[in-house]
């Protein structure tokens, strides 16, 4: 395990994403990440790879309109959460599991969300295979979902909205480097290097979906392929 995917586990064992969607801008997110779902998923009882799915709040959300979810998490703590708040409900097999190396057969599932993965793995060789995993599990038709982060969200949200620098003046000096590379080091004790993208042929949010300038504001970029 290198130093990056050290910070990452021990960021993600903090068990704070369980609740992330569930309120404020993670249940506008949640909202959204749906309806742009929703348009292109297969209907129920198809079967959904929902891989990198953390704690399981899509699993959940798919298993309860009759899909069945084949979750995979890098976290073991992710699966176990999953596991407990799943007991009883039919649909859902989760496992510990790598998008850039999956267990599942090939051409098995309907549809691939890739919600997660694609901005945890800086190099772009993994992001590729990370893709062709999700391809080769998926069967011919079938949608894939695949969330980035914007290149500019950390100017927008952190440098402009929120002014991080306040409290971590060392964010000045690594914004121009981020932006003009995509990777992100951490910034502060407890935080883990990520990748964003540049948004030009990604959908934005509602209102500006159709304007590709404007959609760099959204921090969270959702594009769908069809297999």
Do not use: C
């Amino acid at each position: 395990m290198n130093a990056d995917e050290a910070a990452l586990r021990a960021y993600y064992d903090r068990d704070e994403e369980r609740d992330r969607l569930n309120d404020g801008r993670g249940q506008l997110e949640f909202i959204r990440t749906t309806e742009i779902l929703m348009r292109r998923l297969p209907p129920p009882p198809a079967v959904v790879a929902d891989i990198g799915g953390g704690p399981g709040r899509y699993a959940l959300w798919l298993a309860s309109l009759g899909y069945q979810v084949e979750h995979r998490d890098l976290m073991p703590l992710h699966v176990s959460r999953l596991q407990a708040d799943a007991a009883g409900l039919p649909g859902i097999r989760t496992a510990v599991g790598d998008a850039r190396e999956l267990d599942l057969p090939d051409a098995s599932v309907d549809a691939v969300l890739l919600l997660g993965p694609l901005y945890h793995l800086t190099q772009e060789a993994e992001r590729i295979g990370a893709i062709r995993e999700a391809a080769r599990i998926l069967r011919p038709g079938g949608p894939l979902f695949a969330v980035a982060i914007s290149r500019w969200a950390f100017r927008i949200d952190g440098i402009i909205g929120v002014r991080i620098y306040r409290k971590h003046p060392v964010t000045l000096g690594v914004i121009d480097e981020a932006e003009r590379t995509g990777v992100f080091p951490p910034v502060y004790e407890g935080g883990f290097t990520s990748y964003s993208h540049r948004p030009a042929i990604l959908d934005g949010a509602r209102a500006l979906e159709r304007v590709p300038e404007l959609a760099g504001f959204g921090p969270h970029l959702l594009a769908t392929a069809i297999r």
